[in-house]
């Protein structure tokens, strides 16, 4: 049975090529697909002339100070309220006059406390965000005729502003109840999750332009790669407090030694990473290890698929990367919101498989036609499309910066309902847990 398979994968990689399946990259000169009807327009639209946002200066210790402290916030997945912040300093949307503006921005990094293995601690977030609130409360009066309901937050964190790196404990605290009028634009998104409000603009994670651009192959190199993936499968090290965590089909349990969580894979009940390896490890079809060679973006754009399973939360940069090098991204995440879904056509572009069915992966991919693969990858080859997951320096047309902006303006006008009335308050200063209210 096993010599048939091998023989089978023979017959796919020649079809892979009769069919010319070949990297499509950033900047080449590639057949390519419009995006069709109303995402293509949205993807392609120009918010500038249809808001104007006002930027509060606030204090550096909110912000360019802790950047100081930790230059390598600059480089990690949730640098986007950084850039967010210095794109929207010389934005053409910008207003200086508070009084014409239709959204209000507070420039807090909450997620710029690194520990020495980079990884962000969000302990202190809601205290930071409190005390900003705090403040433009009480130096400005435009919070106060909304609590916040004309005001966004970019707070791209895990479990975004729940604040808090473990599921469990994300979902206990909940939103941070100051935020529960504004609009957040996040990296986390799964439908029907406490850490997802709603109205919630969803944002691809950061992931460096520069450092992408300069790994580009030559564009005719063929994708003899079927399935790509490189990662972790047992998350063991991604824990500030020393313990270990593993996803289980879109919920999160905690183990506390290594040895336990292969125990627990034997015996079934693993995430969606770990069947990835257990069912798929010696299949010739996929090329997928816990190493990661220094020639993992060429890889990439050597490859069909690029898995995009769930990890620590239901997103990867692991996607913003498929979609820059043409790999069709599978996306293995039950009711993951993705980023700019009115935009991009993320069902066209993508490959969805249920977290149940990972153990079906090959039979799912091998029945894709090839006319569908190369339609996907035509989509793909779209530079708007790639543009929209990037945060480059200094801004494009059509970037994420904009994509956010669209999605603001999507929002306008504002609902008279929002506006409150003198001395009227709806939020809860003294809710949400007691390390929270101390002061910053």
Known sequence: MKIWRWVFVGILILAACAFKIEAFNLG?????????GSAGDVLEDDPVGRLKVFVYELPSKYNKKILQKDPRCLNHMFAAEIYMHRFLLSSPVRTLNPEEADWFYTPVYTTCDLTPN???LPFKSPRMMRSAIQLISSNWPYWNRTEGADHFFLVPHDFGAC?????EKAIERGILPLLQRA???????QRNHVCLKEGSITIPPYAPPQKMQTH???EKTPRSIFVYFRGLFYDVGNDPEGGYYARCYGMEM????LRASFHVAEKGNTGARAAVWENFKDNPLFDIS???PTTYYEDMQRAVFCLCPLGWAPWSPRLVEAVIFGCIPVIIADDIVLPFADAIPWEEIGVFVDEKDVPNLDTILTSIPPEVILRKQRLLAN??????????????PGDAFHQVLNGLARKLPHDKSVYLKPGEKVLNWTAGPVGDLKPW
């Open 290 to 292: 816990t190493e990661h």
């Open 118 to 120: 980079g990884l962000p």
């Open 254 to 257: 905690k183990i506390l030694e």
């Open 28 to 36: 080449r000169s590639q057949p390519t697909e419009r995006i069709s």
């Open 383 to 396: 530079p708007s499309m790639k543009q929209a997951m990037l945060f480059p320096q200094p801004a494009q």
């Open 163 to 167: 604040f808090h790196y473990q599921e």
């Open 183 to 189: 609009t957040l634009v996040q990296t986390f998104g």
């Open 216 to 218: 580009l192959i030559p």
